[in-house]
């Protein structure tokens, strides 16, 4: 720090936003800013993570700059992979459905597989219009296990110079995949029994007229697939050889058994950019099954283009990778991790018991998915826990107090060489969609409620009023119709209805327009003067709040103002006749002003605008 003699002003001035230069004092001032300062100058930039195209992931604790990720960037990260660690209820669901969101919103492909608590994620994918696919026994979505998607890859010709169709057969690929199938339901599967069951598969394609020639899986002269063959069908193959009879009977749970919802065509929409896969009905076996019709149709996905940004996001991890998984199952998530970086895609790993990933195997598959995940986001954990990852993670003592500390929504990035505590923001919309805090969930649900009776308290009156001016009609026009008569008007009513739907729709505008117009006017009041006249001016008429019960009498009021139109109109006299006054209040609903002169009316109603009696139109 250096000190200024006799000349404070002149210093004053060079530090306010004066454009003031003194150059002696500048160079006796001048001293050298480390960049760390420098940086923190810019408040949307963080001097740690800060990527161009990223995504929000929330607030730098330290400096209270936005947190920007672009895990894609290959430049930064080693790899896209990502994992999730904390405890349950340290918001886990809440940050893996940000990202996913926030994904979506820049035109990623989006995958989600859930194989528990799947309801926190079907709003999240509603919203987005997404593809929500349960896929469990008695489901009503299927994917068909045994459709051949063929890999036509853009790009290939460019990278590859080769041409997509003269790869490898798509038929022999599938094949593949399917021993794999049986293998997850029949472990004790022999090589003869193996042998037999690929002849199976292959005769039950042929019989669609699916050979190894990949143009065969297409309608001759379009690009349009042929029906494949379902599960069923293999099933009646393998029925037909005694050698397979065991293997047909295994299956036959699929065809005729629990879970035949599997023997169906697909009847869900792969082609959506958001799509979830409900796994929480699956148990044991199944859950591989699960995990099994999940890849099948990923890796097809996965290898279409190798330039499209994609991201795999698997919650509640332990559930897959945990001391009582199936060793199929996690063979599915640690291949994700070790391959998908090569497809320019994204896997992302949310899971809560620390401990019990790392006793799986002995670790094999718990490390292994850490390790590979080049960006870890630590949300709060117990000590135990936290005295865990703190090896692998090679966090210091504070940063392991810090962890056991966190509150709700506060994490620890480490990416690369950085470790930034953040907070997790998400906008109120996010945050309506995300949450599954109790408290919030149940707010929501009394919010919904209040606000679905009051649209229905709006039907209701929409209803009345509609009823009451068609009511108003027909006895207008039963007291129009001639006398001699009644023979055909009792045949009209009859066979014609007394409301048409135009009148119907008019009925419903006009009783939302004069239910709007009095909620605008109903902190007025009618302004009389002494005489009982009410004062009625060039730019519009006095303002009335009136109830129902004097609805009639203050329209009669108004029908009784002048009129500053070509001077005054004759007003209403108690000497009329009933029917005439009828006619008007029976005008007066139809918006025609009750003059008497009808003629003129209609030829400005092409000029004038909709007007409800004497009212002007009313302002929205």
């Known amino acids: 720090m250096k000190e200024i003699h006799m000349r404070l002003e002149d210093a004053f001035q060079v530090s306010a936003p004066l454009l003031q230069h003194r150059k002696e004092l500048l160079q006796f001032a001048e001293r050298n800013v480390m960049t760390f300062g420098a940086a923190s100058f810019f408040p949307f930039s963080s001097a740690e993570i800060c ?37 349950t209820g340290a918001g886990k669901t809440y940050t893996e459905l940000l990202m996913a969101m ?28 997404g593809s929500y696919i349960t896929i469990s026994p008695g489901a009503k979505s299927c994917i068909n296990v045994m459709e051949i998607r ?12 080769q041409d997509s169709y003269e790869q490898r057969s798509w038929l022999t690929q599938k094949a593949s995949q399917l021993l794999t199938f049986f293998h997850i339901l029949i472990p004790d599967l022999t090589n003869e029994e193996e042998q037999l069951v690929d ?71 792969l082609n959506n950019k958001f799509i979830v896969f409900d796994l929480e009905d699956l148990q044991g076996t199944m859950k591989a099954v699960g995990m099994f019709v999940c890849m099948d149709y990923l890796w097809s996905r996965i290898k279409e283009n190798r330039t499209e940004r994609k991201a795999i996001l698997i919650d509640e991890g332990w559930q897959l990778i945990g001391a009582s998984s199936d060793v199929r199952a996690a063979d ?42 080049k960006t870890k986001i630590i949300l709060g954990l117990e000590q135990q826990e936290a005295k865990a990852v703190q090896d692998v993670l090679q966090l210091t003592k504070n940063e392991v107090r810090s962890i056991t500390n966190f509150n709700r929504g506060e994490g620890l990035i480490c990416a690369n060489n950085n470790k930034v505590p953040v907070f997790i923001r998400a906008s109120e919309l996010e945050d309506e969609l995300i949450t599954t805090d109790p408290q919030q969930v149940k707010a929501i649900v009394e919010r919904k409620k209040a606000e679905k009776a009051r649209e229905e308290a709006e039907r209701r009156k929409v209803a009345t009023f509609s009823a009451q001016k068609s009511a108003e009609r027909a006895t207008f026009d039963h007291e129009a119709q001639p006398a001699e008569a009644p023979a055909v008007e009792a045949n009209n009513r009859v066979n014609e209805p007394i409301v048409t739907p135009q009148e119907q729709d008019d009925n419903a505008m006009d009783a939302k327009m004069l239910s709007q117009a009095m909620d605008q006017l109903s902190d007025t009041v009618i302004v009389r003067n002494p005489d009982g006249s009410i004062d009625k001016f060039d730019d519009g008429p006095a303002f009335v709040k009136m109830g129902q019960d004097k609805f009639d009498t203050e329209v ?65």
């Not at 063929?150 to 110079?161: F, M, R, W």
């Not at 401990?355 to 598959?365: H, I, N, P, R, W």
């Not at 109109?569 to 003059?595: C, L, M, Y």
């Open 102 to 129: 926030r994904f979506r919103y820049q035109g990623i492909q989006v995958f989600i597989i859930t194989p528990d608590k799947a309801h926190e994620i079907q709003r999240v994918c509603n919203h987005l219009d």
């Open 556 to 620: 009669e009021a108004f029908d009784d103002l002048p009129s500053s139109e070509n001077g005054k109109r004759p007003t209403a006299t108690t000497e009329e006749k009933p029917e005439v006054i009828g006619e008007k209040k029976d005008k007066f609903f139809n918006g025609i002003p009750s003059t008497g002169m009808e003629d003129e009316v209609k030829n400005k109603e092409k000029e004038v605008p909709f007007q409800y009696g004497n009212h002007p139109p009313a302002q929205f």
């Open 199 to 269: 002849e199976a598969i292959i005769k039950t394609y042929n019989e669609f007229g699916i050979t190894h020639k990949n143009d065969s899986v297409y309608i001759p002269g379009t690009k349009t697939l042929k029906t494949m063959p379902i599960i069923g069908d293999l099933y009646e193959v393998l029925r037909q050889n005694d050698d397979t009879h065991r293997v047909a009977n295994i299956l036959g749970r699929f065809v005729t058994g629990s879970a035949s919802s599997f023997n169906h065509q697909t009847n869900v929409d």
């Open 51 to 87: 990527d161009e195209h990223g995504i929000v992931l929330g607030v730098n604790r330290r400096y209270s700059s936005v947190v920007n990720m672009d895990i894609f960037n290959t430049k930064k990260y080693k790899n896209a992979n990502v994992a999730i660690l904390g405890t």
């Open 332 to 373: 599915f998530v640690y291949r994700i991790f070790k391959i998908i970086r090569g497809y320019g895609g994204s896997a992302i790993f949310a899971t809560q018991d620390i401990s019990d990933l790392f006793a799986f195997q002995d670790g094999k598959y718990g490390k292994a998915i850490i390790s590979n995940s």
């Open 150 to 161: 063929p890999v036509v890859s853009p790009i290939a010709e460019y990278l590859d110079e």
